[in-house]
């Protein structure tokens, strides 16, 4: 079992910034795997990036050079720096936790199937 917490969502204008932190607990063998996924009203729920324990990162093209994906494994959590956000980048923010993949799909890091464990959401709102 992994238990995941986000934080650090809110409102910002466009253009501005926002820091999220996932604090994760639990088996860290399910932990190989860790990202971000966002959700807005009447939306599929999107991969926005991923991080494999070893450090290999994926970005969805839509936030390529705007948002940076990092994480702590001595402190069990998870980041995502998020600069230049636009009213498109409003929506809810999970955080999720799987772990190390039996085969590769391509994309397995911004895959909704590569997760086991989602955290609660955190919102964020973009306004123009």
Excluded: H
């Amino acid at each position: 079992q992994v238990q995941l917490v986000e934080s650090g969502g809110g409102s910002v204008q466009a253009g501005g910034s926002l820091r999220l932190s996932c604090a994760a607990s639990g088996d860290t063998n399910s932990q190989y795997l860790l990202g971000w996924f966002r959700q807005a009203p009447g939306k599929e729920r999107e991969g926005v990036a991923g991080i494999s324990t070893f450090g290999t990162l994926g970005y969805a093209d839509s936030v390529k050079d705007r948002f940076t994906i990092s994480r702590d494994n001595a402190k069990n959590t998870l980041y995502l720096q998020m600069n230049s956000l636009k009213p498109e980048d409003t929506a809810m923010y999970f955080c999720a936790a799987g772990p190390r993949p039996t085969i590769y799909y391509l994309r397995y890091l911004l895959r909704t199937s590569s997760y086991v464990y989602w955290g609660q959401g955190t919102q964020v709102t973009v306004s123009s």
